[in-house]
């Protein structure tokens, strides 16, 4: 049986309390109670099992620089995340990109999603053009500049009470450069994390030096997948280094039709560093991106079963589905915080 941790009304409530005695009984109390220390910060560990969020969540909104985007994950009450790129190498002084990176993802989902019509598939061989010549720039910056200032955000975000428990730039495609792979591990490193995430290259030969580079900084590559996922999927990698490991798409996973979804996280949990949360549907139900409850991938289950199998790994919440209107990205990650919540009890 799991331990029970204590959630996060349950922890400021607490807090509350301890904090009025400390003024009741005087300064001898200060620096006794550890729980002090974190009063007033997010808590999203739930009965042993941490719930993260991917930064990516909040692409919606306006402001998406390295302090806006740790403002959101507070307000949500989100003490642990995936990191995108974005935000950190903007901070480090990345030279600024000319396109926008919202409408770029959106139209490289479409593609992946064979939803992109004919216009928007010559939009984005436009901007793959663009892309070219701007990551060229970045691999220059990123071979000159220090990590100085990520030692100043990691601190920015562990002292708001923040962990960064994986880092996904984009720096480890079969088209980055070895320079560019060693920038990104160690970046990762100097944050924090214990993996670096990427989408899975469907390439043996990358995966094999991936996972060797990994070895040498002491660090692990979680592959993600969308719909080509399999039980299988993953097996090359893995039988390659010990570095190489799952960032799991659960929520995809039931997408791409697989049966027994909760059979692939017990079967490869000693290798998943961290899995993505979302709530698709099956094939036979149009394979919808729907809010958590209503599409039919069994999320509550999933918690459950690392909560009573005492699996470490997060559980990373991706906002994928349509905001409502008059809703906003950190709205609706509280939602599925609270979803989350509600199932760990």
């Known amino acids: 049986m799991a331990t029970k941790t204590i959630s996060r009304r349950s922890f400021i409530g607490k807090t509350s309390l301890i904090a009025t005695g400390a003024s ?5 109390l200060f620096g006794a109670p550890a729980i002090l220390k974190n009063y007033g910060k997010p808590n999203s560990k739930i009965n042993g099992v941490q719930i993260g969020v991917i930064t990516y969540s909040f692409r919606s909104m306006e402001d998406q620089s390295a302090e806006a985007t740790l403002q959101y994950v507070i307000d949500c009450g989100v003490n642990a995340i995936e990191l995108m790129g974005d935000p950190a190498e903007t901070f480090a002084g990345r030279p600024e990109s000319p396109l926008d990176r919202g409408a770029l993802w959106g139209l490289m989902r479409a593609k992946r999603e064979g939803t992109i019509t004919e216009a928007e598939e010559k939009k984005l061989a436009e ?19 220090s990590m100085d200032k ?15 428990y994986a880092f996904k730039p984009n720096a480890f495609g079969k ?14 490193k100097t944050l924090g994390a214990s993996h670096i995430t990427l989408e899975h290259p469907s390439d043996d030969v990358h995966t094999l030096k991936l996972g060797n580079m990994g070895a040498k900084h002491g660090i692990y590559v979680g592959y993600h997948g969308h719909e080509q996922q399999t039980p299988t999927f993953w097996d090359t990698a893995l039988e390659q280094s010990k570095y190489n490991a799952l960032n799991l798409d659960l929520g995809h ?48 289950e999933a918690l459950q079963l690392m909560r009573d199998k005492q699996y470490t790994f997060p559980g990373t919440i991706e906002l994928e589905y349509e905001v409502p209107e008059g809703s906003n990205a950190i709205e609706e990650v509280k939602k599925c915080l609270e979803y989350c919540e509600t199932a760990l009890k």
Request: net charge positive; glycine share 8%; charged share 30%.
């Open 253 to 300: 996973y039931v997408a791409a039709g697989n049966d027994k979804p909760l059979d692939i996280i017990t079967a490869k949990h000693d290798h998943i560093k961290s899995m993505h949360l979302k709530d698709r549907q099956t094939p036979e139900n149009n394979k919808g991106n729907l809010s958590w409850g209503k599409g039919d991938t069994p999320i509550g």
């Open 150 to 164: 990520f030692v100043k955000l990691r601190k920015m975000y562990n002292d708001a009470g923040v962990s960064i």
């Open 24 to 28: 009741l009984v005087g300064p001898s």
């Open 175 to 188: 088209n980055n450069t070895d320079a560019e792979i060693d920038w990104g591990m160690k970046a990762a």
């Open 127 to 145: 901007m793959r053009k663009i892309m070219e010549i701007y990551s060229k720039e970045v691999a220059e910056w990123r071979s000159k500049v």
